[in-house]
C-alpha cells in the first residue's frame, strides 16, 4: 500500500521474532512452569463497562482526537487498554470506546466507519483485504487446547482434536484418558470470533463442529474447563488460569522454543483494520503499535512482530 501499512503475511515462519518474547505468565498458567498468570475478566464484562474517555462511542476519522476500537477480544482486553493509555500520555489523542464484539463485528465496524480500528484475530480473507484501506499485524497469538488440570491426558494430535470437537469421539478413555464424557466448550459459533473460525480452519479441515456447550466468550470457556472434570476448550494463550492445563498438540507444547521452531502449529496473526487508508491519528497510532514501548505490551502476553 501507499502508505506503507503491511498486508498480512503469507506465512508465518518469515514474520515471526521471538527473541524478546516470554511465554512464562500464560504457560505456567496452564501448568508448564512455576509462574501464575494473572486473573482476566470476561469479555460480557469488556462489553459492559467498554473503555470510554468521551462521551459517546465515535469511529473516529483520520485527523479526529479520538478514536475507537470494536472486535476480537484477545486483542481488545489484553492489548488495547494499556496501548491506548501509553499512545493517549504521549500524543493526547483518545479513545473514545473499546469493544469486545468479535472479530467479524470488528471487521464491519471499521469498514462500514463506525469503529476506527478493526480488530481480527486470524487471517485476513482475500475479500476481506480488498475491502479495507489498510491492515497492521501488530503481534501473533498463540492457540491453547485447554482441560482440567485434574485430567491426565496431557497431549493430543490435531487428528484425535478433531475426532473431539467433529464429536466422534465422546469419551476420554476413547484415547486412552480416565473414563469420563468429554464436553467441549466453546464460544459461540455464530457469533464471528475469530478463534471459532481459526479452530476450526487449523483443527476441523473445514469440517462442522459437533455438539458442545456454546458460551458467550472463550474466558467463560475456560472458566468452566477449570471446574469441568471432563471439559475441553481451544483459546487463546492469553487467557489461560489456574484450575486448566494446556495440552502438547503433535508432540509440542506451546512453548516459545516450540513456536519459534514451527513444531506447535496453533498461532494465529493479530491485526488492526482501517476502513480508509490510513493518516493523521489513524496512521500515527497504527506507527505506535510497531514502536518498542508498544510491542512491549503486545509482547506481555503474545509475539510482538518486532
Same mark, same amino acid.
Request: overall charge neutral; hydrophobic content about 40%; charged content about 20%.
Given at each position: 500500500?501507499?502508505?506503507?501499512?503491511?498486508?498480512?503475511?503469507?506465512?508465518?515462519?518469515?514474520?515471526?521474532?521471538?527473541?524478546?518474547?516470554?511465554?512464562?505468565?500464560?504457560?505456567?498458567?496452564?501448568?508448564?512452569?512455576?509462574? @501464575?498468570?494473572?486473573?482476566?475478566?470476561?469479555?460480557?464484562?469488556?462489553?459492559?463497562?467498554? !473503555?470510554?474517555?468521551?462521551?459517546?462511542?465515535?469511529?473516529?476519522?483520520a485527523g479526529a482526537h479520538t478514536l475507537s476500537?470494536?472486535?476480537?477480544?484477545?486483542?481488545? %482486553?489484553?492489548? %488495547?487498554?494499556?496501548?491506548?493509555?501509553l499512545f493517549a500520555a504521549q500524543t493526547g !489523542?483518545?479513545?473514545?470506546?473499546?469493544?469486545?464484539?468479535?472479530?467479524?463485528?470488528?471487521? /464491519? +465496524?471499521? !469498514?462500514?466507519?463506525?469503529?476506527?480500528?478493526?480488530?481480527?484475530?486470524?487471517?485476513?480473507?482475500?475479500?476481506?483485504?480488498?475491502? !479495507?484501506?489498510?491492515?497492521?499485524?501488530?503481534?501473533?497469538?498463540?492457540?491453547?487446547?485447554?482441560?482440567? =488440570?485434574?485430567?491426565?491426558?496431557?497431549?493430543?494430535?490435531?487428528?484425535?482434536?478433531?475426532?473431539?470437537?467433529?464429536?466422534?469421539? #465422546?469419551?476420554?478413555?476413547?484415547?486412552?484418558?480416565? #473414563?469420563?464424557?468429554? #464436553?467441549?466448550?466453546?464460544?459461540?459459533?455464530?457469533?464471528?470470533?475469530?478463534?471459532?473460525?481459526?479452530?476450526?480452519? %487449523?483443527?476441523?479441515?473445514?469440517? /462442522?463442529?459437533?455438539?458442545?456447550?456454546?458460551?458467550?466468550?472463550?474466558?467463560?470457556?475456560?472458566?468452566?474447563?477449570?471446574?469441568?472434570?471432563?471439559? @475441553?476448550?481451544?483459546?487463546? %494463550?492469553?487467557?489461560?488460569?489456574?484450575?486448566?492445563?494446556?495440552?502438547?498438540?503433535?508432540? +509440542?507444547?506451546?512453548?516459545?522454543? =516450540?513456536?519459534?521452531?514451527?513444531?506447535?502449529?496453533? /498461532?494465529?496473526?493479530?491485526?488492526?483494520?482501517? /476502513?480508509?487508508?490510513?493518516?493523521?491519528?489513524?496512521?500515527?497510532?497504527?506507527?505506535?503499535?510497531? #514502536?518498542?514501548?508498544?510491542?512491549?505490551?503486545?509482547?506481555?502476553?503474545?509475539?510482538?512482530?518486532?
Amino acid at each position: 500500500m501507499a502508505d506503507g501499512r503491511r498486508k498480512s503475511p503469507g506465512g508465518w515462519s518469515a514474520d515471526w521474532n521471538l527473541r524478546n518474547v516470554v511465554f512464562g505468565a500464560a504457560v505456567a498458567a496452564a501448568g508448564m512452569g512455576p509462574l @501464575i498468570a494473572n486473573g482476566t475478566t470476561g469479555a460480557a464484562t469488556l462489553r459492559e463497562t467498554a !473503555v470510554k474517555t468521551g462521551d459517546e462511542r465515535s469511529a473516529g476519522s483520520a485527523g479526529a482526537h479520538t478514536l475507537s476500537y470494536e472486535g476480537a477480544t484477545t486483542i481488545g %482486553m489484553n492489548i %488495547m487498554p494499556k496501548a491506548t493509555e501509553l499512545f493517549a500520555a504521549q500524543t493526547g !489523542v483518545t479513545f473514545s470506546y473499546i469493544g469486545g464484539a468479535g472479530a467479524d463485528a470488528g471487521f /464491519k +465496524a471499521a !469498514v462500514e466507519g463506525r469503529a476506527t480500528f478493526g480488530g481480527v484475530a486470524r487471517e485476513l480473507t482475500v475479500d476481506e483485504r480488498a475491502c !479495507v484501506g489498510g491492515y497492521e499485524v501488530i503481534g501473533y497469538d498463540v492457540m491453547g487446547v485447554f482441560v482440567n =488440570a485434574e485430567n491426565s491426558m496431557k497431549s493430543l494430535t490435531r487428528a484425535q482434536l478433531k475426532e473431539i470437537f467433529t464429536g466422534r469421539v #465422546t469419551n476420554w478413555n476413547q484415547f486412552e484418558g480416565p #473414563t469420563r464424557v468429554v #464436553t467441549v466448550y466453546s464460544e459461540k459459533l455464530s457469533g464471528g470470533r475469530a478463534t471459532v473460525k481459526a479452530f476450526k480452519d %487449523m483443527v476441523l479441515g473445514g469440517e /462442522k463442529y459437533g455438539p458442545l456447550k456454546e458460551l458467550e466468550d472463550a474466558t467463560d470457556c475456560i472458566r468452566d474447563v477449570a471446574t469441568d472434570a471432563g471439559g @475441553i476448550t481451544a483459546s487463546s %494463550m492469553s487467557f489461560a488460569i489456574p484450575g486448566v492445563t494446556a495440552l502438547s498438540v503433535d508432540g +509440542a507444547l506451546p512453548t516459545r522454543d =516450540a513456536v519459534q521452531s514451527g513444531a506447535y502449529p496453533l /498461532k494465529r496473526p493479530l491485526i488492526l483494520v482501517t /476502513k480508509d487508508m490510513p493518516a493523521g491519528d489513524m496512521k500515527a497510532f497504527l506507527d505506535f503499535m510497531l #514502536t518498542s514501548e508498544a510491542q512491549a505490551i503486545i509482547g506481555k502476553k503474545f509475539v510482538p512482530v518486532k
